[in-house]
């Protein structure tokens, strides 16, 4: 029979916390499908969704959304408040815009050394194309 568990057996996934992970706070990894129960907790269509399963909750589903696995990125540990979308990103511009900022001297720096070391070599052969009458095609 096929594994209603479409993740690698026994690796991590980062969900956000709900009634599944506080059952297995103490013993998060390392599971694999067998170690679980075939509980059906909700329904796509006419197949059925797993506790336990990777399915993320979809618009056609019906069921225990709170037992499905609510997946989470790296930095949902970052985000300490929730806030409309515009307010969120001012913010992200204006960080970005701070970084920029710090780093500016230094990449203006950057720039102009590179400019000075190529635009003798360019703009030298330039002229002599130039002064030569040749034609470059």
């Not at 970084?99 to 590179?114: E, G, K, M, N, Y």
């Not at 194309?129 to 040749?134: C, K, L, M, P, Q």
């Amino acid at each position: 029979m096929s594994s209603p568990f479409n993740w690698p057996p026994r690796s991590p996934v980062r969900t956000l916390t709900n009634s599944v992970t506080d059952a297995y706070r103490d013993d998060l990894r390392g599971h694999g499908p067998d170690d679980f129960p075939r509980e059906v907790i909700g329904q796509e269509d006419q197949r059925p969704i797993y506790k336990f399963s990777t399915d993320s909750p979809l618009q056609n589903m019906t069921g225990d959304f709170e037992a499905m696995a609510p997946f989470a990125g790296q930095v949902c540990g970052l985000i300490e408040e929730i806030c409309p979308a515009g307010e969120r990103l001012r913010r992200i511009v204006w960080e970005a815009e701070t970084i920029f900022a710090q780093f500016a001297p230094v990449l203006t720096a950057w720039r102009d050394s590179l400019t000075a070391a190529v635009a003798p070599r360019r703009y030298g052969r330039a002229r002599a194309i130039a002064t030569s009458g040749t034609s470059v095609c």
